[in-house]
């Protein structure tokens, strides 16, 4: 099973900081986890991915567990324009298609 | 640079009308593929291709059919639209299939059958 587990929802204030949680007990060893965002009525947006290591870029930062069994995705100063469905996928298949959960939704308080 | 293009934006259809949903991407990947996503929900694999000239099914292909004749274009056909096909439409492309890199998405059509 590709699937992961996400929270439904979570709230953050706006300029601090936001820890998103996935776990994906199931996953093997060559899977990489992908972090993709989808503001209202757009198309998914790439944001991190990952395999062993702990990633930065200049959007986010992804924390993996030693064991790879979860991760976390870390907004570093949430703006109001980071309120989006967060959807965290494990790439599996012959052609590594990305799964897609139901994802995260995340709301930014002014 | 375009990424990847998706045309039309939105489209009405009438039930067993047909129509092709065109992606285009400039950024040489081989991968590419099609999703839908209905209200309030995820996003659902229809096709995929690996290269031109191959492709294959995902979790939700019955009612479409899909042809990759060059690098660039993916086209996606609907034949005799149902109600059941409305719901917004996203290609997607990436340049290996190994996921060591981040995948782009059009911006979608939106397609209403009625």
């Known amino acids: 099973d590709a699937k992961t587990t996400q929270p439904n929802s979570m709230e953050s204030n706006e300029e601090e900081p936001v820890h998103l949680p996935c776990n994906h007990s199931t996953i093997s060893g060559t899977d990489y986890i992908h972090w993709y965002r989808q503001l209202p009525s757009q198309g998914p947006e790439y944001v991190i991915h990952?395999?062993?290591s702990n990633v930065n870029n200049r959007m986010a930062s992804l924390a993996i567990a030693e064991d790879r069994k979860s991760s976390t995705l870390i907004l570093h100063r949430a703006t109001l324009r980071d309120a989006a469905v967060y959807y965290c996928?494990?790439?599996?298949?012959?052609?590594?298609?990305?799964?897609f959960g139901s994802g995260t939704q995340l709301t930014v308080l002014p | 640079n375009a990424g990847v293009t998706q045309t039309p934006k939105f489209r009405i259809l009438k039930i067993g009308q047909s129509m092709t949903l065109q992606c285009a991407q400039d950024?040489?990947?081989?991968?590419m593929y099609w999703y839908r996503q209905d209200p309030g929900m995820g996003l659902k694999l229809i096709y995929y291709s690996v290269g031109a000239g191959i492709t294959d099914k995902g979790e939700v292909p019955n009612g479409y059919n899909v042809s990759r004749s060059t690098t660039e274009y993916f086209p996606l056909r609907l034949e005799l639209a149902a109600p059941s096909q409305t719901s917004v439409y996203f290609c997607?492309?990436?340049?290996?299939?190994?996921?060591?890199?981040?995948?782009?998405f059009g911006s979608g059509t939106r397609l209403t059958v009625v």
């Open positions: 950024m040489n990947h081989n991968y």
């Open positions: 996928i494990r790439l599996s298949g012959s052609a590594r298609q990305l799964t």
């Open positions: 990952g395999l062993t």
């Open positions: 997607a492309s990436s340049f290996s299939g190994t996921g060591s890199g981040g995948y782009t």
